[in-house]
């Protein structure tokens, strides 16, 4: 598989717009409401599922080696393998299947929207099951705790992502366009 530059430089340019977004926080508790599942979803939106998570696994792998650009300016092992880690790994299948959805029909907004809505629940799903299993917790209280308070932000910020990132794409197609998949 041959892969010219200008893919990668893009992905690489998306990694630190998501590091910078990730810097929006608000703490909840145990898990903070970011900018990163906005980020993420219109990542995903604009770059399509390969570049997309490509760009999420770029991000992941300077948050790991410890530079700072997980939320709250933090980075390392501790963060990955901490209460939040499930919201990290779920991030590449939300940049995955978001891109995924939305690579069937680019034009349509609201299928955009509905391709962000369902994953940012893909990240919801996947820190719930981290935090129950790092945190021990029963699942009633990792829901309670790690699902339900996210919800309604995780709508907005998904139906701001599919919106904006639909919206940059028309305006932009020569700079965000990817092959459409073969039916």
């Given amino acids: 598989m041959k892969t010219s530059l200008k893919p990668l430089i893009i992905a690489a340019e998306f990694s630190a ?7 929006f926080t608000i703490p909840l508790g145990i898990v903070p409401l970011t900018g990163q599942t ?6 995903a939106t604009l770059l399509g599922r390969r570049s997309g998570t490509l760009s999420v696994l770029i991000y ?4 790991t080696i410890g530079l700072p650009v997980f939320a709250g300016l933090s980075g390392g092992l501790s963060i990955v393998f901490g209460p939040t880690g499930g919201y990290l790994i779920g991030f590449i299948f ?19 929207i509905f391709a962000n809505v369902i994953g940012s629940f893909v990240t919801l799903i996947f820190g719930v099951i981290w935090l129950k299993a790092s945190g021990d917790l029963s699942w009633n209280t990792a829901i ?3 699902f339900i308070p996210f919800i309604l932000p995780g709508i907005i910020k998904a139906v701001a992502a599919g ?9 932009l197609p020569k700079y965000f366009s990817f092959e459409q998949p073969q039916s």
């Fill in 38 to 43: 906005f980020a993420i979803g219109l990542t």
């Fill in 144 to 146: 309670v705790s790690g």
């Fill in 163 to 171: 919106y904006l990132g639909t919206v940059i794409r028309h305006r």
């Fill in 60 to 63: 992941l792998l300077l948050g």
């Fill in 17 to 23: 717009i998501i590091a910078i977004l990730s810097q």
């Fill in 94 to 112: 939300q940049a995955w299947l978001t891109g995924y959805l939305v690579e069937k029909n680019v034009s349509s907004y609201t299928w955009v």
